[in-house]
Nanobody
Framework: QLQASGGGLVQPGGSLRLSCAAS????????LGWFRQAPGKEREFVGR????????YYTESVKGRFTISRDRAKNTMYLQMSSLKLEDTARYYC?????????????????WGQGTQVTVSS
């Protein structure tokens, strides 16, 4: 299971760090990813990290603002978000991919957390 946490209300330009903790199963050999879904919109890929943290990839809209990292010893992944914008408001989900590198497509992930809400508002 995956448990996402760290969401909340933040002003534009602010920062948040999301965590995704795994329990009951090790995902040390799996790529991990973050997705988000805003009301009325489809789930959107945010970024991913490979099994050893050596490769990361981000959707264009968050490049330079978001950073994904993982602590394999703690079986935890992080999403550091800065310079947040109104359009970053969404429920953020973490997921474990079937493969070691991860993917930009949600269909390639078979374990999902319950999500954590991020609201950017003044």
């Amino acid at each position: 299971q995956l448990q996402a946490s760290g969401g909340g209300l933040v002003q534009p330009g602010g920062s948040l760090r999301l965590s995704c903790a795994a329990s009951g199963r090790l995902f040390s050999n799996n790529g991990l990813g973050w997705f988000r879904q805003a009301p009325g919109k489809e789930r959107e890929f945010v970024g991913r990290i490979s099994w050893n943290g050596g490769v990361t990839y981000y959707t264009e809209s968050v490049k330079g603002r978001f950073t994904i990292s993982r602590d394999r010893a703690k079986n935890t992944m992080y999403l550091q978000m800065s310079s947040l914008k109104l359009e970053d408001t969404a429920r953020y989900y973490c997921a474990a991919a079937r493969g070691a590198i991860g993917s930009n497509h949600y269909g390639d992930y078979n374990y999902w957390g319950q999500g954590t809400q991020v609201t950017v508002s003044s």
